[in-house]
């Protein structure tokens, strides 16, 4: 299986704001916004088992790897906060589409053209394998490239934190990785579920964020037959984040 699809591929394609804003407005009312989140990384960081985590609440313990493309959908409420911190008590109904890649070499060329259509990254690596974290750099360079702009929402996690005694990766040099590129950091274990809400939601929380400075922007562009609308014209090759 390349991938699996359960919902329009295409929904939200387009500018960075179409994409941002995609289905804002759906003709079933189930949901206020559909998220496209994407999990990347090496093969065996545990992308896989991260996101099962975080939708089912469980853990496998074996390693099928993924072949090509694949995904998992949660439904979540999220409440909007003032820029002090405080709720402001406005809540939308999302639907998270949680994009799972393969780490593998062989279809890079696949899964890359897939960072286009996301909205925000989890670039994760393994705190066991100091191979995989060194690759971090190489992941980001091809987020960069291919991504709906240079500076997209990433939150880098560090997964198998229940493997201590196997640890290769220090806290501390994550960290200054992710304060060097200006984007979260979390250690997280599928295993045990340590973390993995928290970093999930803090990246739904920075794309969410990075709609609401798109609301001001100009109107929006008609429906398109299926009750998605669009806040500005598609632009292929744009690579910038402002609205
Ligand atoms: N102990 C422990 N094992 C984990 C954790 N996360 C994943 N694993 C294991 O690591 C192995 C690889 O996990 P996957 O989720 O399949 O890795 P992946 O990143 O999806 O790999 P590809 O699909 O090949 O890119 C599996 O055996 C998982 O059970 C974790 O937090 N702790
Ligand atoms: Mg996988």
Known sequence: MLWT???PLTAGGGCPVGRFI???IMTDGDYDYL???LALGDSGVGKTTFLYRYTDNKFNPKFITTV???FREKRVVYTASNPNGTTAGKTFKVHLQLWDTAGQERFRSLTTAFFRDAMGFLLMFDLTSQQSFLNVRNWMSQL???AYCENPDIVLVGNKADLADQ?????KQAK????KYGIPYFETSAATGVEVDKAVITLLDLVMKRMEQCVDKPPAEPANGNGATKLSPAQPNEKKCAC
Request: glycine share 4%; proline share 0%; aromatic share 0%.
């Open 176 to 179: 200054e990785l992710a304060d």
């Open 5 to 7: 699809s359960r919902l």
């Open 167 to 171: 640890r290769e990766v220090q806290e």
């Open 22 to 24: 995609a289905l804002l």
């Open 35 to 37: 998220i496209k989140l």
């Open 68 to 70: 090509g493309i694949d």
């Open 144 to 146: 960069q490239a291919n």
